[in-house]
Nanobody, 124 residues
Framework: QVHLVESGGGLVQAGGSLRLSCAAS????????MAWFRQAPGKEREFVTG????????YTGDSVKGRFVISRDNAKNTVYLQMTSLKPEDTAVYYC?????????????????WGQGTQVTVSS
C-alpha cells in the first residue's frame, strides 16, 4: 500500500475554484491508478474522477464533468484535483485513493489505499 495525504480543502463561494493535492509516500506511486472520491453527509462515498498510471487515461463522473480535472505528477508522487465552477452540492469530504492492480474503476472497494480526506465546503 501507499500512504496518501490530501490537502487543499476549505470554504469557497459558489462559482469559485479549489485545487486539492494528494501526496503519496514511497517509490511505487507511478504503479498506482489514482482516483478521487467524495462523501457528503448522510450519503454514500461516490467516485469523482480517476487517472491511469501514466496519466494518459482519465475518467470522470457525470456530476463533475467539465468542471473538475484530475492530473498527476509521478516525479512528485502527487495527484491533483482542480475544481472549478463549484456548487453547494459539491460540499463533501474528498478522498484520494490508490489501486495497485487493475484499471480505473468507480467501485470504491477496488482501491486498497486511502487518504484521510479533506473537507470542501461550498457556500451559496
Amino acid at each position: 500500500q501507499v500512504h496518501l495525504v490530501e490537502s487543499g480543502g476549505g470554504l469557497v463561494q459558489a462559482g469559485g475554484s479549489l485545487r486539492l493535492s494528494c501526496a503519496a509516500s514511497g517509490s511505487t506511486f507511478s504503479t498506482y491508478v489514482m482516483a478521487w472520491f467524495r462523501q457528503a453527509p448522510g450519503k454514500e462515498r461516490e467516485f469523482v474522477t480517476g487517472i491511469s498510471r501514466s496519466g494518459g487515461g482519465i475518467y470522470t463522473g457525470d456530476s463533475v464533468k467539465g468542471r473538475f480535472v484530475i492530473s498527476r505528477d509521478n516525479a512528485k508522487n502527487t495527484v491533483y484535483l482542480q475544481m472549478t465552477s463549484l456548487k453547494p452540492e459539491d460540499t463533501a469530504v474528498y478522498y484520494c485513493a490508490g489501486r495497485r492492480v487493475g484499471t480505473v474503476t468507480q467501485e470504491k472497494s477496488a482501491y486498497d489505499s486511502w487518504g484521510q480526506g479533506t473537507q470542501v465546503t461550498v457556500s451559496s
